[in-house]
């Protein structure tokens, strides 16, 4: 996700603005610019790479005089990480600039009705739309520019805009991104994010969507999209910067936990329009789906899980064999891949040693490789033929959780686009499982919502010297990634089992008090999975079994039941999970874990 900074008022706006970008810098970024309004000229600086080498340029903003200015560090999306897609943007008659935080949805049909007109463009961005579409309607008057070009946007956007006719002017608007308001004595501020504003003032208005603010030195007004006045309370914040960093949560973890109804949602959403799942801008169509008779997902650690989970999905709408391997084994394993068979790779960094391997062992094969990764031009997205980008933003905490379920739902929308065009399905079942993947980040929302009790399981787990989930199928996958959150974060011992297995082996280790996970969320197989859970109480288990609401009877079976929401079986995977990752969060919490740091492991894994 990117950042965005603004200041208007009587210092020197530019080491202000830098000053603002280096609180941004924990959401991780890739490239960072300013502009700075002097006198009737916008003056704009940036880079790729770090804010240290903006500083550099503008020898700590003293090269750009001026008082009026905005900010913005970029985690690119829409284009790789150079010079030119770095924010600000201008306008080709140079008098705009613009910095935006979120996704322009229909930027591709802007940017050819833009360049019908005799626009230009620089950069590959979306955002660059937004900034010639200023030009096109401005007309004397920035509010009224600003607020018709809102109108032709759609997707999910914060802008700051300043105009060289307007120098000491800012207009900063909201739609589905956040956005705040700082107010100073004779100087005002913007943000994206409140750590870039508490070291200057702690008085703030937020912003809601479909609101912008017209700001100068002494004057802040809110207006609705018609122009309207919105009054709005200016409210005090107590946090100091270490606490704004996290949104007021005590970890990353746990607010990227809570972040993944909103990263669900991105993902799946600029991905379905008119009903019908749309990959076809992200190269993928019928003609080439036809010509794959096999599929393997290949990733490490939670990625490859999340492929364990996924593949139940493309096997039961597609009707095409998937295995899935771990891309350390299939990289030395001589895989039997060839040109219809297509390489999923999923990584959150795009930098993992293991799945790059993977990769290139598949294509010196003739495989197509579709990879699902969340680091926009990362090593793994250059390497792929495909690239579908999870859109979750920087995830910080190295345990991933929205890393993993935006991984879940692409395969979720690459399997109903994949069955929708090899007409694996009917129409009506279509639209049914249509609706259920634009229900999951509402589904997400009910899972995250069992925090406080989850909070209070927690402290059962705390002394466990072993954990076992058990599930069948799809619960299976979503065991295996329960177990890893909570080893990797609270050092307690556990393991996944199919249920199914049980019987063969593991169950001569379940004794008196044993806790036992059960995941019972995919109809399909609930009643072996309560067969299972039967079998571990009659051995002295505690057993904790996640269930929807409907599967009332488990109650009777388990010692503790957390209710699930109803979802389509297919994509239970990324609703299970979420309890599991709390569990983990709050027991490793009550052991006093370093939770965002585990030890000995890293964030990416770059060597083998
Ligand atoms: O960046 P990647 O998704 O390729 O990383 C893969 C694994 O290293 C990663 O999922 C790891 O298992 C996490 N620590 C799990 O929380």
Redesign the pocket.
């Known amino acids: 996700m990117c950042g965005i900074v603004g200041y208007t008022g009587m210092q020197e706006a530019a080491p202000i603005l830098l000053e603002g970008l280096k609180r941004l810098e924990y959401r991780g970024y890739d490239s960072a610019g300013i502009a700075v309004i002097n006198g009737n000229e916008i003056s704009v600086r940036k880079v790729s790479g770090r804010i240290a080498k903006l500083c550099e340029i503008t020898n700590d903003g003293a090269a750009c005089p001026g008082k009026v200015g905005i900010g913005h560090t970029r985690w690119a999306t829409h284009g790789a990480p150079t010079d030119i897609n770095a924010h600000p943007h201008v306008s080709n008659d140079g008098k705009f600039a613009v910095v935006h935080n979120g996704i322009i949805e229909n930027y591709l049909a802007l940017r050819e009705e833009l360049i019908n007109k005799g626009y230009h463009f620089e950069s590959e961005t979306d955002t660059e739309v937004v900034v010639q579409l200023l030009e096109m309607y401005y007309k004397g008057d920035l509010k009224s520019a600003v607020m018709r070009v809102s109108s032709r946007l759609q997707g999910s956007y914060a802008l700051g805009v300043v105009c060289s006719d307007a120098p000491d002017e800012i207009v900063a608007i909201r739609e589905s991104s956040p956005l705040i308001i700082g107010i100073g004595a004779g100087e005002n501020y913007f943000a994206s994010d409140i750590t870039a504003l508490v070291s200057y003032t702690k008085n703030v208005i937020y912003l809601e969507d479909g609101e912008f603010a017209q700001i100068t030195p002494d004057t802040v007004m809110i207006y609705d999209l018609l122009g309207n006045p919105v009054s709005k309370k200016v409210q005090r914040v107590t946090w100091d910067v270490q606490a704004a960093e996290k949104g007021g949560y005590e970890h990353f973890m746990l607010k990227e936990i809570v972040e993944q109804p909103r990263a669900v949602e991105a993902t799946i959403r600029p991905r379905i329009r008119d009903n019908r799942v749309v990959l076809e801008e992200e190269g993928l169509n019928a003609e080439f789906l036809r010509g794959i008779k096999r599929i393997y997902i290949t ?7 999340a492929g364990c989970v996924g593949r139940y999905a493309i096997e039961s709408l597609c009707r095409i064999p998937v295995s899935t391997e771990l891309a350390s084994e299939f990289r030395y394993g001589d895989p039997m891949v060839d040109s219809e068979t297509l390489v999923i790779v ?7 040693a293991d ?1 790059i391997a993977a990769i290139k062992e598949s294509k010196s094969k003739g495989a197509p490789v579709l990879a699902i ?2 680091v926009v031009g990362s090593s ?1 997205a250059k390497l792929a033929d495909f690239t579908l980008y999870t859109w979750a933003g920087p995830e910080i905490a ?4 929205k ?2 379920t935006t ?1 879940l739902a692409l395969l979720y929308l690459f399997a109903l686009y994949t069955a929708g065009e090899l007409g694996r399905i009917d129409e009506k079942t279509y639209r049914h499982m249509l609706r259920s993947l634009r229900s999951l980040p509402q589904k997400i929302q009910e899972s995250v919502d069992l925090n406080p009790l989850i909070e209070n399981y927690a402290d059962d787990y705390r002394d466990a010297r072993s954990i076992f989930f058990i599930g069948r199928n799809s619960d299976y996958g979503a065991a295996m990634e329960g177990a ?2 909570m080893k ?1 974060i609270s050092y307690i011992h556990a393991e996944a089992y199919a249920a199914g297995e049980l019987k063969h082996g593991t169950i001569a280790l379940i004794e008196e008090h044993q806790p036992v996970i059960a995941l019972c969320c995919n109809d399909t197989v609930r009643e072996k999975t309560m067969n299972n859970i039967i079998e571990v109480k009659a051995r002295g288990a505690d057993v904790l079994a996640l269930a929807e609401k409907r599967d009332a009877d488990i109650i009777s079976i388990a010692d503790r039941m957390l209710w699930l929401p109803e979802v389509e079986p297919v994509f239970a995977g990324a609703v299970e999970i979420i309890p599991l990752q709390l569990l983990a969060y709050y027991t490793a919490k009550a052991r006093n874990c370093d939770i965002d740091k ?1 030890k000995n ?1 890293a ?3 770059t060597v083998e």
């Open positions: 990733a490490c650690g939670s990625a490859y899980y999923l990584s959150q960094s795009g930098e993992t799945t990764v969340n793994v190295v345990a991933t959780t890393g993993y991984q890893l959150k990797e585990p492991l964030k990416s894994v």
